[in-house]
């Protein structure tokens, strides 16, 4: 009914730049607060970014000033420019969204999540 697709994840080297994307697809009549979480390996998902509808955001300490959320809301698409990467932010990055859709149900919608691996 309403998919997240994430696309942009791969090897960077420490230092380096990369852009995550994803889009929200289905029977959305809006998509309101929309985000990014991340689980490195052997840890628990934690919260990365989060974007409101009217463009609030939210950002985890360890990000702060190096990455940056933002949002296409006619296109329901979240991104996550991501600079100086260090290895620590080695992760498999899950994009979330909470949704109202055409049939009038509220759904936290997650995506299938795209590796992000930061080499030293």
């Known amino acids: 009914q309403v998919q997240l697709v994430e696309s942009g994840g791969g090897l960077v080297q420490s230092g380096g730049s990369l852009r995550l994307s994803c889009a929200a697809s289905?029977?959305?009549?809006?998509?309101?607060?929309m985000g990014w979480y991340r689980q490195p390996p052997g840890k628990q998902r934690e919260l990365v970014a989060t974007i409101t509808s009217d463009g609030s955001t939210n950002y985890a300490d360890s990000v702060k000033g190096r990455f940056t959320i933002s949002r296409d809301s006619p296109k329901n698409t979240v991104y996550l420019q991501m600079n100086s990467l260090k290895p620590e932010d080695t992760a498999v990055y899950y994009c979330n969204a909470d949704v109202f859709t055409f049939l009038k149900r509220y759904l936290e919608v997650w995506g299938q999540g795209t590796l992000v691996t930061v080499s030293s």
């Open positions: 289905g029977s959305i009549f809006s998509a309101n607060t």
